[in-house]
């Protein structure tokens, strides 16, 4: 049994145990802004407010199976780094990402980081994993970290792909990771180049 929770017509996404022990990470050694794409009629790109902690828990667990990670994800969010969109004729949240002060991770400690990219599988194809991930992206530039990382796993295929295309890079710090690397590129139907990696 899953361990994600549906809520009536939003489904979870499908659930995958992680089969290996290290997590993959990225690294982004840039601080270039991207631009925000537009964001679609019916959704309003904001920042997590007051009183909407039961709809942050309810998007989350679409796609997490971790409990007990808001009151982190508070604490250590950036001021203005804590992404939600909302569809506007519900009032559901619907994606989020978060940038923090500092990193959990340690070979990047001191790096800022970036995480939780949830889309509400309900909502997408709209673009709004991207418009979220962005706007991560950029505060984390605007902070000034030269180098923020991310953590994620091997079967999150749309958000490596999302992730790429922001400029962030696969660091591979350990041997096994290439393989796995090759194989998300090949999922992508990207043409494999490793030399994106920054191995220790």
Known sequence: MSPLRSLPGRPA????????????????????????????????LRQLRAGDDAEY???????????GRFPENLERALEGG?????????????ASCVAWRGS???R??????????????????K??????????????AAEGYQRPCLGTEDFRIAAASIYLKLGWRPYVYREDMIPR??????RLGREVDLSLACAE
Do not use: C, K
């Open 13 to 44: 996404h499908p659930f995958f145990e992680e089969e290996y022990e290290h997590q993959l990470e990225m690294v982004r050694p840039s601080t270039a802004p991207v631009d925000v794409p537009p964001i679609p009629e019916g959704y309003l």
């Open 57 to 67: 828990d309810d998007l989350f667990h679409l796609a997490f199976a971790d409990e």
């Open 82 to 94: 804590f992404f939600v969109m909302e569809h506007l004729a519900s009032g559901e949240l619907v």
């Open 104 to 106: 959990t991770m340690p």
């Open 108 to 125: 990047h400690p001191d790096a800022g980081q970036m995480g939780w990219l949830v889309t509400d599988p309900s909502h997408t194809r």
């Open 127 to 140: 673009g709004l994993g991207t418009i979220v991930a962005v706007s991560a992206t950029n505060r984390l």
């Open 181 to 186: 690397w090759r194989s998300i590129f090949a």
